[in-house]
């Protein structure tokens, strides 16, 4: 009978740390005073939801959700000027933001994205060959929209520590350039695979960027020592709408 109780336990005990890591509502609920930045990447029924893909029935639950808690959606630029502007304010402000170009950012999330009229910043890699990217015109018809701000995510999407300085320096500015010339601007940057070092931090500034996001998972206040590695909450295709909301509410969905 001992034994049952002790497999019992073991089972009961197991489960609960399995959940408690699969849901965060226990991690501290992070003010709305503080706006969010939401990271995704591909939004397509064509592929399985995974980390990087989050199915289109899916990224649009997300959009009730932010239009039923009457979370405002803003680009990078307006994010920035947002947590810059000191009011405090009792808005729920979030940025969307999309790394890498991919073509679905075009067909399957933009015309859902003009459907809630929610804002997003998509992150551009131009030489990322191993994807199927928007064109020139897509990002014409997106930016005219109103809708959607671009920034870059370098040229050919290398690990940052993997390359030389001066690579390093040539991507970041080449992938600056190339964003302008395509859309007239280019203010924030975010780093592939989201490795770095502080060298480049000091590199993207320089470059002129405004800021620069990364792959850390929390929800931080814009400050003079983030503004060049903001963290983000990222949006995985498997997560719950459970997870979901925990994520939003508190930074991160599990452990
Ligand atoms: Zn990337």
Redesign the pocket.
């Known amino acids: 009978m001992m034994i049952l109780y002790i497999i019992l336990f073991v089972i009961i005990f197991v489960s609960l740390v399995y959940l408690l890591g699969q849901y965060t509502f226990w991690l501290p609920h992070r003010s709305w005073n503080i706006p969010r930045i939401l990271m995704l ?1 591909q939004v397509t029924a064509a592929e399985p939801a995974s980390g990087m893909n989050i199915q289109p029935k899916k990224f649009e639950q997300l959009l009730q959700l932010l239009q039923k808690k009457n979370i405002k959606t803003l680009t990078m630029s307006e994010w920035m000027e947002y947590s810059q502007s000191q009011k405090s304010s009792h808005q729920k402000v979030v940025a969307l933001t999309f ?2 170009g991919f073509l679905d950012n075009y067909t399957d999330a933009f015309p859902l994205l003009e459907k809630y009229q929610a804002k997003a910043t998509i ?1 551009l ?1 131009p030489k ?1 060959d191993a994807i199927a990217k928007m064109q020139p015109e897509h990002l014409t018809i997106m930016s005219k929209s109103g809708l959607i701000e671009f920034g870059a ?1 370098t040229m050919t ?1 290398p690990n940052l520590n993997n390359i030389s300085d001066e690579q390093a320096i040539q991507e970041i500015r080449a992938s600056k350039q190339w964003v302008e010339e395509q859309i007239g601007y280019c203010h924030h940057f ?1 780093y ?2 989201g490795r770095f070092s502080a060298k480049h931090m000091d590199m993207v500034k320089a470059a002129g960027f405004l800021s620069a996001v990364s792959t850390k998972k929390s929800i931080q206040s814009l400050s003079a020592e983030n503004q060049y590695c903001l963290p983000r909450i990222s949006v995985s295709g498997k997560m719950n709408m459970m997870q979901l909301k925990i994520a939003i509410r508190v930074g991160r969905y599990r452990l």
């Open positions: 990447h790394d890498d992150f890699s990322l995510h999407h975010a592939p695979f």
